[in-house]
């Protein structure tokens, strides 16, 4: 019986070269080989060039090492490949175009170096190329791509790619999902050459080093990118000046993450962004309240703005009925060392959560929030986490948590009275502690 797929899950081989020569001698005709996740160690033989009927090879999540033998690049009727999450290294060859019915291309997270060969963009079917996670240096370069290119996924983020985004990147029609991270433009990233990437959903420059230029996040929001709903510029250096008027901007978006990008002030575009669900503005230096729109935004259900110099809420979220995950003012005081001021909340919480809260995190550690705790807090039983940590809490001990049926996280240390009230039980507790131990002695008491 001649043998044409073949697929190996178990974890258990580990007899890699061995099993591998028994195959190409029997197996000439095989189509798909599968050795995904299966720990095998070793080279890959160059006996693989003998499997010249492959059309889908996955050698993903191994431990496989050493350089593909280049009878690899024999087998013209691959579509797919996967070399992901192994130790390969090597370069990849120019002549990689040989494997010219490659649909699918991914060699993520290996120790590749070298520059990236420009002949990739022109198989003419790629459609996803994923080289992430490697050690590919040297600039970008696309090349002359005659015919349309059919690629929709690229990803070339965490390597040592240095100099602009190549122009002809343009060409690239059809990208849905563009990761570009970690690049070193070393210099302005002109966005402009995006404005024909007309189909991306997800565009991701975070931790693009423009050495001391900013990216110009009014003229990303201004281009024609209909489609995009999922923007990520964390840890690169993003100028909010001169935002334009609301209707110009990609409306649309739908997750925002601005992590570390050196704003300082509360990006007032986003009250226009109707769909936005979630926000990432943590690690940046913004100064000021929390502004009310915030919790108008009609489908907002996680605000990330935690290490920043806010000082407080222009107004509480008064109807907190859908889910909402809030991570306001977390470990604000971890940005004291880097010498911008604390988020100071000060006041009390409001008891105002509604008795069918669907609030899932609450989230206020570092700040000096005072007072009681809400009792109507009792009422949001989806509630999963709650931290108080380091705040002046006076409350007595709030045996009446345990009633929530889904907490399983309870931070409390060093509010004011639980500590002198309390001292060797909250003390203990930890972000790590789950409450299914701690609620054992609450609901004894
Ligand atoms: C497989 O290819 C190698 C050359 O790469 C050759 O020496 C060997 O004889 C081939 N094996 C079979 C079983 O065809
Ligand atoms: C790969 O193809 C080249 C010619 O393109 C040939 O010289 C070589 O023998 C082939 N290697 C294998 C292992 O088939
Ligand atoms: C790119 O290709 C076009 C035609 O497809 C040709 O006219 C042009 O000279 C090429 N440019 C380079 C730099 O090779
Ligand atoms: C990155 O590339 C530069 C030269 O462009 C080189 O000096 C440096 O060692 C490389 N870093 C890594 C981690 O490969
Ligand atoms: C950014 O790039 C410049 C110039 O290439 C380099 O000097 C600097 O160390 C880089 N910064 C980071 C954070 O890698
Ligand atoms: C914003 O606009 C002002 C005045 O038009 C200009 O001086 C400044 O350079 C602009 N800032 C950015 C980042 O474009
Ligand atoms: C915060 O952002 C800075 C750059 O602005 C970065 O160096 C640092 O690692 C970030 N910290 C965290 C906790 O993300
Ligand atoms: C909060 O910051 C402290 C140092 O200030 C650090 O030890 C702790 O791990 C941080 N916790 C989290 C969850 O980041
Ligand atoms: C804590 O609250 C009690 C009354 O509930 C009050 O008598 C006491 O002064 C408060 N302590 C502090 C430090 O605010």
């Not at 699918?104 to 590749?112: E, Q, T, V």
């Not at 570009?180 to 991306?200: A, C, E, M």
């Not at 409001?350 to 995190?361: A, F």
């Not at 500590?419 to 609901?443: I, K, N």
């Amino acid at each position: 019986m001649e043998v044409t797929l073949l697929y190996i899950w178990t974890s258990l081989i580990h007899l890699f070269q061995g099993a591998f020569q028994t195959l190409s001698a029997t197996s000439k005709h095989l189509k798909v080989l599968s050795f995904s996740d299966c720990k095998f160690t070793g080279k890959i033989p160059s006996s693989i060039g003998n499997l010249s009927h492959l059309n889908i090879l996955d050698f993903g999540y191994n431990n496989l090492a050493g350089e593909i033998p280049t009878a690899l690049f024999n087998l013209t009727k691959l579509s797919s490949l996967s070399l992901a999450s192994n130790h390969f290294t090597g370069t990849l060859p120019h002549n990689i175009n040989s494997l010219s019915n490659l649909n699918i291309f991914n060699a993520a997270s290996n120790s590749f170096f070298g520059t990236v060969p420009s002949t990739f963009f022109n198989i003419p079917c790629l459609e996803s190329l994923d080289l992430g996670d490697n050690q590919f240096s040297g600039p970008l370069e696309i090349g002359n791509i005659s015919s349309m290119s059919k690629l929709q996924s690229l990803v070339l983020s965490k390597n040592n790619l240095t100099g602009p985004i190549p122009r002809s990147i343009s060409k690239l029609v059809n990208l849905v999902y563009l990761d570009l991270s970690y690049l070193n433009t070393r210099g302005p990233l002109d966005v402009g050459i995006f404005w024909h990437l007309k189909s991306l959903q997800q565009l991701t420059l975070s931790h693009i080093n423009t050495t001391i230029a900013r990216i110009d996040l009014n003229a990303v929001l201004s281009l024609p990118l209909k489609s995009l709903s999922i923007l990520d510029l964390s840890g690169s250096h993003v100028s909010v000046e001169n935002m334009s008027s609301v209707s110009t901007l990609s409306s649309q978006l739908i997750y925002l993450f601005l992590s570390g990008c050196g704003i300082t002030v509360f990006p007032e575009f986003i009250s226009s962004l109707q769909y936005i669900s979630m926000i990432d503005l943590s690690n940046n230096s913004i100064k000021g309240q929390v502004p009310a729109w915030l919790w108008r935004l009609p489908e907002l259900h996680y605000a990330e703005l935690s290490y920043n110099a806010i000082n407080g809420f222009k107004e509480f979220p008064k109807d907190v009925s859908r889910t909402m995950m809030t991570d306001l003012f977390h470990n604000a005081s971890a940005i004291s060392s880097r010498g911008v001021a604390n988020n100071h909340l000060t006041g009390k919480l409001p008891d105002v959560y509604l008795n069918d809260c669907n609030l899932r995190s609450l989230n206020v550690g570092h700040n000096q929030l005072a007072g009681k705790l809400p009792r109507s807090l009792s009422g949001c039983s989806s509630l999963e986490v709650l931290n108080m940590e380091h705040n002046r809490i006076n409350d007595t001990f709030p045996f009446w948590l345990g009633s929530l049926p889904e907490l399983h996280l309870l931070v409390l240390r060093t509010c004011y009275r639980f500590r002198t009230w309390h001292r060797d039980w909250v003390d203990h507790w930890s972000l790590d502690a789950f409450l299914q131990t701690a609620l054992v002695p609450l609901q004894r008491s």
